[in-house]
Each structure stands twice: as C-alpha cells, then as structure tokens.
C-alpha cells in the first residue's frame, strides 16, 4: 500500500485553520439569500464557493505530494567485461580473450547467484549493455580501454537497480588519461577486480614513441626520434626502419641488453616529393615476442616544395632591382635567383633553361635593353611561355623599344610608338580595383588614401593598348591627367602575368615613413604580388580534404569541403564525390551540402592501409576541379604499449571500493563474497513519485470552472 | 700652399658650375650618390671629380644608368631619401648631432647605403661617430670572400692598394643591419682618390683603373643587394 505525504511552502495547520475560516465564510454568505433559496442549493453554492477558494488556497501553498510505495526487487550483480583489443595478448594461461571466455561460460553464474540478477556489460571507449547469454561471444576489439567512463556510464545502472557489486574483469591497462579511482569510489558499489594475464615482464620489443616535424621541405633532411622499448631481450640486434611506398628510406640498428630498456633512435630521410606521406615504423621482429602489434608505427609528414625560386633578369643594375630583391628576401620561404646583363649583352651569371624551369615566377627587371641579344631574349621568352611561368615585367627608361616586342606574347599589353621623355607620375587607383589583391595591400586600411600617400615615380609615356581579358588596376597620373596604364594584370589559363609601366619604386620604401604608414608598405606591395602571381585561384577556391591525415579502424573516416567561385562566392549546388581507393578497393562518398560552400561526408570505418582519394566538383554536370589527396587508416597501437596486468591498479580499484581482487585462475574465491552480500529474502526498494502541484494546471481549471459554475447557478437561481 | 688652395677651390668651383649645367638636363630616375656633407671641419666636399669620373665608368663598364654628377646633400635635407647611397670621405674630424644620429640611422634602416672611404686622417673620427649610429652594431672586417669582392670584377685581394697612407694593409670593413650591408669603410686605400681626376693625384693609369673597378664593385653591389 503506497503512502502518500504531502508537503505545502505554508504550515498545514494555518491551511486548516484557513479551510475551517472559507467554509464558515462560505455558509454565512450563503446563510440567507435574496430571493430565498431551498436548502439544499444554498448547500450546493456553499459547497462549490468552499471548494473554488480551498483550491486557490492550495495552489498558493505550493503543494507537493509524494507518493511512496515499496516492492520487492531482486538484488543485481554487474559483470564488467575489457572489451579492448589489449585482451587479445597472449599470456602464459594463453590468450586473455580466451580465459576470459572461460570464465564466463565455465561457471554456471546463474545458478550461483539464482537470488540476483545479472546485468552484463562491456567497455572499451565506451560501456554496452549485452545479453548475459551471448558476452562470452564478444570480440575485444576495442580500441581503447577507457574505464573511467565505463565507471561514470555504470552510475545510472546502480542507481536504478539494487546493485550490490561490480566484478569487473580486466588486465587493468585503462588507455583513459585520467585514473579510474575517482569515478569507481562515486560508484558507491564494492568492485570485485578479476586479472587477467601475466605481472611478469614478457619479452617484447615495440616503439614506445615516435616524433618527427609535421611539415618539412623537399629535400631537405627530416629527423625522426623513435624510442623503441625493449623488455626481456638481452644482446639482441634490433632494427629499426622508415619506410614510405617506395620503400626503406631510412635504417638503424640498435643493440638492446636487458638493463636498458628504452633506447632512442634518430634517422634520417630527405622526402622528394610534395604533398602529405605516410611513413611507416618498423622494428623487426624476435621470435618469443609476446606480441608483434607494437613493432609497428607511422606518422604524416607534408611535404612542401622546397623554398619558391624567383627568377629576377635585371637590364642592368639599379636601385629597383636591389629593392625588389631585398623586399622579395624578407620571406625566408623566397629563393632569389638574380641575373644581371653585362653591357655587352651577356647575362651573369651563366644562364640556363633549367633555372626557369625550377622558378615559380620570372621578373624582367628594366630587361630587355639595346645591349640584349635576341637570341639570348628568344630564348627566355620561349622558355617562360613553354612552362608557363607566371611574370612581372617592369618596363623603364632603359627598356629597349624594339626588342620589347619579344616580350608582348607574353604579357598583357601591345605596344605602339617609341618611348617619350621620362615623366614623373604618381599612382591612381581604377574605379572598382580597390578590392584586387594587388591593390588591396592593406586591408584594415581605406585603400585609396593609403595609395594616395604614395611618393611619385617615374614612367616613359608609351601607346599602350590593352589586351582583351586584360585589367588595369591601376593607372599614372601627371597632375589631374591620366597619362597611361601603371599596372596591368593579365590570366591566361593558369598562368598570370604583370607589367608594371613605371618604375622607381624603390624610392617608395625611402620616401615613406613605415613610422607613419604601419611598416613599409613597399614590402607589402611586393608581397602581395608576388601572390597574386604565384597563386592559383582553383586551389585556394575548392578545398576537398579528410578532416585528418590519420584515422583509425574504429572510426569513420570524414571528408570536408569548402567551395568558391571566382568572384568567392560559396557555390552551394555542386556535386561533390569523393573515390577513395587502397589498391584495388574503390570506395565512393558523396558529400552533403551544408550552406554557404561547405559540404560534408564519411565512410564508413575502412580497413588499415594507405588510401588515396579523388574529389570531383561538378555543378550543372560540368565539371569545375578535382582535388587530389591521401590519407591513413591504421591501427591504434595504445592498447600494446603495456602488455602485463596492471595488478597494482585492480587491487587499489578492489580496496577503495571495498571489494576484492583476485586473478582470473582463482575467480571462484569471489562467488561466497558476492553470495555473503546477498540476503534470503527479497530486497524491499522504496520507490518515491513526487507530483508537484505548483505549476499543475488542472487545479487552476477546475478552481475557474468551480467559480464558472457557481456563477451560473447564482444567475440561474436569480440571485445575481 | 696658397697657390694649391687656389687651384683646389677653382676646380672645386668649377665643378660646381659643370654639375649645375649637367643637373638641368639630367634624367630624374638616373641614378646619382650624395655627397654627405657634415660637420667637425673636415673637407667633405674634396675630389668632387671622383663621384663624376666612378657614374661615367660605370655607366660603360656596367650599364649603370647612372648621371655622372657630383651633388651633395645634408643628413638633415629633405633630399636625403632620394639618394640611394651616400659617399663620405675627408681628412680631419667629423661630428653628428643627435639628429643627425638619428637621420643617418633612418636613413640606413630604410634601405640606403653608406660608402666611407678614408682620405688619411678620418678613421678614429669616424668610427666614433658611426658608433652612434648602431651602438650594438660594431664595424666588421670583411674577409677577402666577401662577395662585393667579387660581384662585378674580381679582387681577390679585397680592398686595393690605392694610395700609401700609413703602409698598411688595406683593410675593408663593414657594418650589417639586419644581414645587409648598410656601411662599408675603406681604410689605408683610399679608392676615392683613385677615382679623381689625373691630374689630381697623378696616380699611375692602371692604379686608377684599379680604383675605378673597385667603385664599380660597390656600385653593382649596392644596386643588386
């Protein structure tokens, strides 16, 4: 029989003392009525008026009923199951999977606590639920044994049921960061630990650590630091190897004794190509290792091109070029490769095609002059056309008009008419242009009075046309008079080019005070540039890559896209694909669009190996880029980096939480603790329900519709 | 020695008149180096052929599109930004006031360069004062590998001998801000003299010549690095 209490903000007995004042106000209202009514609808409007005003009496002392009842419940038993991958090592009983197997199936448990229930469970990064008839078919393949969670997660369950103990069965090796004492001691429940494998130290050899840089340059030398751990090995050759897909690229052996047991390894590789590599770590393998898991490892490098060349082709020396040299060498990342013509035509130092070739922009500085050879001109020019190397040309006074003409296919200008007297000029920027990279040098800046502080420079008036897709972002002004074109920029494909028709600028970096415009804005001019030439729009406008360079087998592997157009408006109606292959598997996913550019998608948990992937962005079935990648999918080896019980912390998790420990060949020392717990007779559980009232509608509904219906009746009888 | 003085400051003015003439049709963007001119009493303003007779060898012999001109300036003219390298040489004292400390600094650190060549007397002057300039910055040797050595001729030797002094060696030294060479000083050399005119210094043809390429060294190097 459930027992009801009910608690109220005023004391209960003003409550009745004000109940007993409302009737007795009740009945002397309605005592004598005019019209006289019968007694018995006095009595109903008495009732019905004490009845509305005991109701808001309630409702004002915040009432709360709770309700208790008892019943019987059967006290529970936890089984706490490691399902991590770190149960899988052998032991000297064998494997720790399989014993444990055996001691879930070998007893019958069921028969020995018939006066409890048993709830089983398993962990691993996170605690489930199973079915006690099917934990011995689990498949401990965790990749993490994270216990206090399992702990924290396990709260709800004693708190629902009469939980009398927690046997947990583990080898204590808890990959968690934090201790589970904390969370096993809140628990409240006693925890019976039962250890699985070997204290003794097994003879295993693995890589404790691996550290090397995350992003290097081609062909420069990468160290990596590895720390292989040996225990049980004496007088042992031990090698260790970086391998990448084309094979070893880097070798070390080390001789491991049994008083050492962490040895540090530093190798060293040159990476050659670009982009992100996988390098695998292994040590070789020695027969009586009780595992070979841990003699592997790997780690991500990117590897970016080697320091950028600029090629610089000076006419002669002069003050722009050391300027422009000095501006572009401020990035440590610049290689400057500077050519000077002699006067009698001859280029110093020797030049080559290949020196183009390895460039990624050419600048013609004041080149070519009258002292230039054609041949010498032809060629260059050939050659930037042929690799496509973007170019900045800045034409000066000593700029030779005829042979100028080499240079047009390959900029953004025509050229008509001899050169005029040097004129001095100043900067003025075209409507609208305010916004173009080359332009826009600083962007916290009104950009055009920045540009307006600019000193004078110098140009020599020319019959300039334009090319057709070619911009002029800025223009020379004499006074009020724009003369001509200062800079044009041109795309063709994939290459861009700049001619710059002034020159004297390097007096822009003497004439300004950096005090006064926040550092020297001619430097900023360069920069900007010099990256605006160098950068190719698709690939900074659609990105398609794995959230990470490096999964796991649990997890899902997730790709991210951002995508922009030319003008970097978020393209919201692209198809995006993404194949990903490992050898011969092919695996498709197809990204989600999730507004404003960006799309999202996974796979599914994909087996170890190296995968390569393909992003197509298409929009309206024409295609718009493809992205090209790689990523890993690999094992995590945290659950071998100790491969004996961790008795120690089983004990402290038994004592702290007033249970025991035992190890797995003595489990059935549990079975009378955990029977001592029990009582014969059923466990009585109260069960309280709390019904507040406070905030119960319904009373506020009834109580209207008690004074409703006293006004009518009121009406009815005439009395209103 | 009454008669030297005369014939000095004739030329001196002489050569006043010549620039003044070459100013008005020069080229704006060419490129020119200042004469600094400073205080302490020293003749800052000798050999102005020198700078003349080193623009037009190196327009020749490097392409330098440069007006040969002699044109001086003050640490605290407006015009000193203009000059892309500044050439200081003398006999006797120089001093720098505060400003100018600090002009001359300003003026380095921005991108300018300074050429100092000792006439034969200036050298505990002017490291004195150019320790002003970069208190932290000691002035360096620079090892005969240096590359303004070597840049556009070839001085295996470093710095030539072109006048005896003291019969030391040449020395060449240098100070480096922010790794540029922003002073190079030349000491029991005098290369400035080598550049003046012939009749100046009767220095023999091929020691001239030698002074000549060492100025067009500096040139190239200023206007490459």
């Excluded at chain 1, 007995?13 to 209202?29: E, H, K, N």
């Excluded at chain 1, 924290?152 to 927690?166: F, M, Y």
């Excluded at chain 1, 996974?602 to 929009?619: E, I, M």
Aim: glycine fraction near 6%; proline fraction near 5%.
């Amino acid at each position: 029989m459930p027992s009801i209490s009910w608690a109220t903000s005023i004391p209960k007995i003003v409550i009745i003392f004000l109940l007993l004042v409302v009737a007795f106000l009740s009945w002397w209202y309605y005592r004598r009525t005019v019209p006289p009514l019968p007694m018995n609808r006095r009595v109903l409007l008495m009732t019905l008026r004490w009845c509305g005003f005991s109701i808001l009496l309630l409702l004002l002392s915040q009432p709360l009923i709770s309700v208790l009842w008892k019943r019987s419940v059967l006290p529970s038993i936890v089984i706490l199951v490691d399902n991590s991958k770190s149960m899988t090592v052998s032991d000297t009983d064998g494997k720790r999977n399989e014993v444990v197997r055996s001691l879930l199936s070998r007893f019958e448990w069921k028969e020995h606590f018939r006066n409890a229930l048993l709830h089983a469970y398993s962990f691993d990064s996170k605690l489930k639920q199973v079915a006690f008839s099917s934990i011995d078919s689990l498949e401990f393949n965790g990749e993490e044994t994270n216990l206090p969670r399992a702990l924290q997660e396990l709260k709800t369950v004693v708190a629902k049921q009469d939980v009398i103990g927690v046997v947990l069965i583990s080898d204590g090796n808890s990959t968690a960061s934090v201790s589970p004492l904390y969370e096993a001691v809140q628990l409240g429940v006693p925890i019976y630990t039962v250890g699985v494998g070997d204290t003794i130290v097994q003879r295993d050899i693995a890589i404790e650590k691996i550290r090397s840089n995350e992003v290097c340059y081609s062909h420069s030398r990468v160290p990596v630091h590895i720390t292989v751990r040996s225990t049980g090995f004496t007088n042992e050759r031990v090698s260790v190897q970086v391998r990448d897909e084309s094979g070893t690229v880097a070798m070390h052996t080390v001789e491991v004794s049994e008083e050492k047991q962490e040895y540090p390894v530093e190798l060293f590789f040159v990476p050659t190509k670009e982009g992100v590599h996988t390098y695998n770590v292994l040590v070789s393998q020695h027969r009586g290792e009780v595992t070979y898991k841990n003699n592997r490892g790997s780690f991500d490098i990117k590897v970016l091109k080697s320091k950028r060349t600029i090629t610089v082709v000076a006419g002669s020396p002069s003050p722009d070029v050391a300027f422009m040299r000095r501006s572009l060498e401020l990035d440590t990342l610049l290689r400057v490769v500077l050519f000077v013509q002699h006067p009698s035509g001859t280029i110093r130092p020797q030049f080559t095609p290949r020196h183009i070739e390895q460039s990624d922009c050419v600048f013609f500085l004041g080149y070519p002059t009258v002292a230039t050879s054609t041949e010498q001109l032809q060629e260059l020019c050939s050659l930037c056309s042929q690799m496509n190397k973007p170019l900045l040309w800045m034409v000066s006074r000593t700029v030779d008009f005829e042979k100028m003409k080499f240079l047009l296919s390959l900029v953004p200008i025509e050229i008509r008419g001899n050169i005029q007297a040097e004129k001095v000029v100043f900067p003025s920027i075209v409507p609208g242009m305010e916004v173009h990279p080359i332009i826009a040098i600083d962007q916290q800046k009104d950009i055009r009075a920045t540009w307006s502080e600019f000193p004078p420079y110098y140009t020599v008036p020319l019959s300039v046309t334009v090319k057709p897709g070619a911009q002029v972002i800025a223009e020379s002004k004499s006074g009020n008079t724009q003369l001509q074109p200062f800079i044009v920029v041109q795309t063709v494909g994939s290459r861009k080019s700049c001619v710059l028709l002034g020159y004297g600028l390097w007096r822009w970096r003497m004439l300004m005070n950096p005090d006064v415009m926040g550092g020297y804005v001619y430097d900023r001019f360069v920069r900007t540039l010099l990256q605006w030439l160098t950068t190719n729009d698709d690939e900074q406008r659609i990105r398609v890559q794995p959230v990470k360079r490096q999964f796991v087998t649990s997890e899902k592997v997730e790709f991210e896209a951002q995508l922009y157009d030319e003008a970097y408006r978020s393209i919201d109606n692209a198809e995006v694909i993404v194949a990903v292959t490992n050898n011969n598997e092919l695996y498709e996913c197809i990204l989600t669009p999730l507004g404003n550019g960006q799309y999202e998608g996974a796979l599914d948990q994909l087996p170890t190996g190296n995968y390569s992937y393909r992003a197509r962005v298409t929009v309206h079935n024409l295609s718009v880029s493809t992205v090209n990648g790689k990523f890993f999918v690999g094992e995590s080896s945290d659950e071998f980096r100790e491969l004996t019980m961790n008795k120690q912390l089983l004990q402290l998790l038994a004592t702290r939480t007033g249970g025991t420990f035992v190890e797995a060949h003595d489990i059935q020392r549990l079975f009378p603790l955990l029977q001592s717990r029990l009582s014969s007779k059923p466990v009585m559980r109260d069960e309280v329900v709390e019904i507040d009232l406070r905030s119960a509608l319904w009373m506020l509904v009834v109580g209207v519709f008690i004074f409703t219906s006293e006004w009518i009746l009121r009406r009815n009888y005439g009395l209103l | 020695m009454v008669y030297c003085s005369v014939k000095r400051l004739t030329s001196v003015i002489l050569f006043q008149g010549l620039t003044s003439i070459i100013l008005l049709a020069q080229i704006e963007s060419q490129f020119r180096i200042g004469r600094l001119k400073y205080s302490g009493g020293s003749d800052w303003y000798n050999d102005p052929s020198a700078e003349i007779n080193l623009l037009s060898y190196a327009r020749v012999h490097a392409g330098i599109d440069a007006v040969p001109t002699y044109e001086f300036v003050e640490l605290s003219s407006e015009k000193l930004f203009t000059y892309p390298m500044l050439f200081m040489t003398g006999h006797g004292n120089i001093v720098f006031s505060e400003t100018e400390v600090q002009r001359l600094r300003e003026y380095l650190t921005r991108g300018g360069f300074l050429y100092v060549d000792d006439d034969y007397g200036l050298d505990k002057a002017f490291r004195r004062e150019i320790q002003k300039v970069f208190p932290n910055t000691p002035l360096v040797e620079l090892p005969f590998s240096h590359p303004l050595y070597h840049c556009w001729f070839e001085f295996p030797s470093g710095v030539p001998k072109i006048h005896a002094h003291d019969d030391n060696p040449p020395q060449g030294f240098g100070i480096f801000y922010e790794g540029r060479l922003v002073v190079f000083y030349t000491f029991e050399s005098n290369p400035s003299d080598g550049w003046a005119d012939p009749e100046i210094h009767h220095d023999p043809p091929e020691v001239r010549e030698k002074a000549l390429q060492f100025g067009t060294n500096i040139l190239v190097w200023v206007m490459t690095h």
